[in-house]
């Protein structure tokens, strides 16, 4: 038998996708600016380059949420992970002095569920609008038998905007600038294949679960959003206090710092600078992890890294409050050592 | 027992990821011009903003490759998909008048095959440097027990550039203007799901099989490159010949075409005016699916369509030559009417 076939019978509702990004047009709606000319329904989105700079350069990222994504689906709790991949990428432009202008996502997923899309894409948009930046499109991809039912992946895209001379492009640091250290909200990102193994299989907890020192489930604390150091940062590279930055990400400090020192510079971090969060120490007791490997894999409660000149380090460190540390100095050599690690 | 536990262990080894990002390195470079301002390792890709432009607007669009990607698995063929993804996203910015500046990939995939990643991203390359784009950055990610072994996604984001003036918004589009349909190199990269679905379950081939009526193997036809129009249209947007574009996407002609005609215009198109390729008859005859459900779902053999005043249809048809066909006109009301069809 050779029954008539259409697309909707092979898992793909072209209705129900139309329905789902109507659904969306408020969203991209409220994020927007007077920069942006485009609305729903275009091919592609536009957005007016800002007037009155004198050599604009635009700063472009592209990330995922990596397997964060897991505890999401594990927690059912769609709306936090939006706004982790939109951080993590506006905190990815920030380290060259860019501010972000416009984002899009590409959500990919077997099974388009409107009520999972609107809450994913809604996390999305509100970080746009926490970080003043629009929603200017994106793409919501139904690919049956491709993701697990439940499943999907979520990428994104930012553009930011510096001026040419404004690049922090590792030129300006010098020997014995200060590296001040900014307090992460969580994992953020990165290290969550071995964080889940830690949590859901050696210590045996469930998302709900209470999470050992913590008032919180095992879902909540790993959930944590990534944190945007944009309204923290924005005000200190007005001032041109800050010499480079470097995001803590996948490779931790080790792989990201000396990722913005220019040669023959390298950075020396006193391990013992500040106090190691909970969930870190849980995850390295859990795992049996070695002190080395934790922090090549995790921030370690350090999610951003500003260079400082000496003479700037005390109004930079009163500037930010409590939620910044003096970690260590950049020296004459390459690499970062972290030192009275463990 | 509570073995000491590596992020290697659970499958993520950033020292792999380490090399085979570097051997991404000169495929950026190959791609960069001389906007290009940042190298490989840098946190955001940095392009300046073209000199000499009175009101510049950035567009940008996201998109994935869809399932064709599985047929790439199927064939253990790599290299063609990046190409899909690049021209793919600059068809989409081309229907407004921008050109493409640069372009970013998202690579997710379950383990991290270096010479995998290399031919995809490889793909993406060749495609940037044959639309002159910067393939400016991109993220490659592990993701243990997401995707099946030897299983990836792919997607991207480009953004172009185009004359505040020379936007194209539809705003020039008038009743009795003609639609010239553009020739498509095959599927292109919709409706793989319905496609995989007829191709290799309804006719029973594998992708190694001759595909009927072709002289090339099931994979090979489905893999067909997704044409960029960006060297076919680029020059007839200069001589401002053409008042609107369609790039014939999921919803095919009838869901594309009304999104750049403005509010009380439709389109009529003739289903008799080109000779639909044979393999959209065969899917048709395989999966024993409707012409209204096929024009919906497939391209039918035209991947884009220009809106072109009538005084300019001969120039326009002479300059595109034997790869274009009047296929109908804009009419006073709404949507797309497609006659002829079946």
């Known amino acids: 038998m050779n029954d008539s076939l259409t697309y909707k019978d092979t898992g793909v509702d072209l209705d129900a996708a139309d329905r789902a990004k109507r659904s969306l047009a408020p969203l991209l ?3 927007g600016d007077a920069h942006t000319l485009s609305g729903l329904g275009a091919f592609g989105g536009l957005y007016a380059v800002p007037a009155g700079m004198s050599q604009p350069v635009l700063v472009s990222s592209a990330d995922g949420v990596g397997t964060k994504l897991k505890v999401a689906f594990a927690s059912k709790r769609h709306d936090t992970v939006g706004r982790c991949l939109v951080n993590h990428c506006v905190n990815d432009i920030l380290v060259q002095g860019a501010r972000p202008l416009f984002f899009l996502d590409y959500l990919a997923t077997g099974d388009l569920e409107e009520d999972v899309v609107s809450a994913v894409v809604g996390g999305v948009a509100r970080a746009c609008r926490e970080n003043s930046c629009a929603l200017l499109g994106g793409e919501t991809a139904e690919m049956p038998d491709f993701y697990a039912a439940g499943e999907y992946d979520l990428a994104g895209f930012v553009v930011g905007v510096v001026e040419r001379e404004r690049i922090l492009d590792g030129s300006a640091v010098r020997p014995g600038d200060i590296l001040v250290g900014l307090r992460a909200s969580g994992l953020h990102t990165n290290g969550y294949t071995l964080a889940r193994t830690i949590v859901f299989e050696r210590m045996g907890l469930g998302v709900d679960d209470d999470f050992p020192g913590e008032d919180a489930s095992a879902g909540d604390v790993l959930l944590r959003v990534h944190r945007s150091y944009l309204p923290t940062v924005a005000p200190l590279l007005q001032q041109g206090w800050v010499s480079a930055m470097a995001h803590v ?25 500040w106090s190691v969060p909970n969930v870190f120490r849980q995850l390295a007791i859990g ?4 002190a080395s490997e934790m922090y090549r894999v995790f921030n370690m409660g350090v999610g951003m890294i500003l260079v400082v000149p000496p003479e700037r380090e005390a109004s930079v460190l009163g500037a930010l409050g409590e939620d910044a540390w003096p970690l260590g100095e950049v020296v004459r050599g390459a690499g970062a050592e972290l030192a009275g690690l463990g």
Chains 1, 2 share one sequence.
């Open 249 to 273: 990400t996948g490779g931790g400090m080790e792989g990201n710092l000396p990722r913005v020192l220019p040669d023959g510079l390298g950075a020396r971090i006193d391990c013992r600078a």
């Open 29 to 31: 709606a409220a994020s």
């Open 287 to 290: 795992g049996g992890v070695p």
